[in-house]
T-cell receptor, first 113, second 108 residues
Framework: DTGVSQNPRHKITKRGQNVTFRCDPI?????LYWYRQTLGQGPEFLTY????????KSRLLSDRFSAERPKGSFSTLEIQRTEQGDSAMYLC???????????FGPGTRLLVL | KNEVEQSPQNLTAQEGEFITINCSYS?????LHWLQQHPGGGIVSLFM???GKKKHGRLIATINIQEKHSSLHITASHPRDSAVYIC??????????FGTGTRLTIIP
C-alpha cells in the first residue's frame, strides 16, 4: 500500500478552462474527503464520500465544482470555467469507516492565470 | 459557529528548546487532531485524541475537554521539526475543521 496519491501534483491553467484532479485513496478505505487550502490558511472542507455516495458538500463548492467517486475507489474533482480565486492546493484524504485518522495525499497545486 | 484557533501563528526557536503550540475550539468535539505539513504541502497525522495525553517520541499532545483546549509539545527541538503544525477537530461529524496553522522554525 503506497498511501493516498493525487494527480497531477501541479496544474497551471488559464482562466475559463476546465480542470480535473484525481485522488486514489488507500485501497480498503471507504471514506474519501476533498479539502482546499489557500496560501497561509488551514485547509477547508469541500466534500466527502462514503463508497460512491457523496454525503456532504460545503457551500464553498459552487456549481462550477463537481466531484464523483463512481466505483467507490478513486475520486475526481472537476472545476469548470476556472477563476483566479480557484488557485489553491486541493487535498484529498481517506479513512476507514470515518473513524480515526484521515490519511492525506500530497495535494494538487492549482494556479489559474 | 464552529471555530478552531491556534497560537502562535509563527514561532522561531533555537535547537534544543521546548516548544508549545496551542489550540482552542469553540464547542464540544468528538476528536482533535494534530497534523504536520512540510513545504510542498504533504500533511502527516501526528495525533488523534479525545481525552488526556498522548506521546510519540519527542512529541506530546494533551487535551482538556472542559477548557476546550489542546497543546502540542516538542521536546529537544531539532531543525527537522521545522514545519507548519495544524490543529483540526471533528465537531461531532467526520469532516475536519482546521486551524490556520503554526509555522515553526528551529534554528541550528
Amino acid at each position: 500500500d503506497t498511501g493516498v496519491s493525487q494527480n497531477p501534483r501541479h496544474k497551471i491553467t488559464k482562466r475559463g478552462q476546465n480542470v480535473t484532479f484525481r485522488c486514489d485513496p488507500i485501497s480498503e478505505h471507504n471514506r474519501l474527503y476533498w479539502y482546499r487550502q489557500t496560501l497561509g490558511q488551514g485547509p477547508e472542507f469541500l466534500t466527502y464520500f462514503q463508497n460512491e455516495a457523496q454525503l456532504e458538500k460545503s457551500r464553498l463548492l459552487s456549481d462550477r465544482f463537481s466531484a464523483e467517486r463512481p466505483k467507490g475507489s478513486f475520486s475526481t474533482l472537476e472545476i469548470q470555467r476556472t477563476e483566479q480565486g480557484d488557485s489553491a492546493m486541493y487535498l484529498c484524504a481517506s479513512s476507514l469507516n470515518g473513524v480515526g485518522t484521515q490519511y492525506f495525499g500530497p495535494g494538487t497545486r492549482l494556479l489559474v492565470l | 459557529k464552529n471555530e478552531v484557533e491556534q497560537s502562535p501563528q509563527n514561532l522561531t526557536a533555537q535547537e534544543g528548546e521546548f516548544i508549545t503550540i496551542n489550540c482552542s475550539y469553540s464547542v464540544g468535539i468528538s476528536a482533535l487532531h494534530w497534523l504536520q505539513q512540510h513545504p510542498g504541502g504533504g500533511i502527516v497525522s501526528l495525533f488523534m485524541l479525545s481525552s488526556g495525553k498522548k506521546k510519540h517520541g519527542r512529541l506530546i499532545a494533551t487535551i482538556n475537554i472542559q477548557e476546550k483546549h489542546s497543546s502540542l509539545h516538542i521536546t529537544a527541538s531539532h531543525p527537522r521539526d521545522s514545519a507548519v503544525y495544524i490543529c483540526a477537530v471533528n465537531f461531532g461529524n467526520e469532516k475536519l475543521t482546521f486551524g490556520t496553522g503554526t509555522r515553526l522554525t528551529i534554528i541550528p
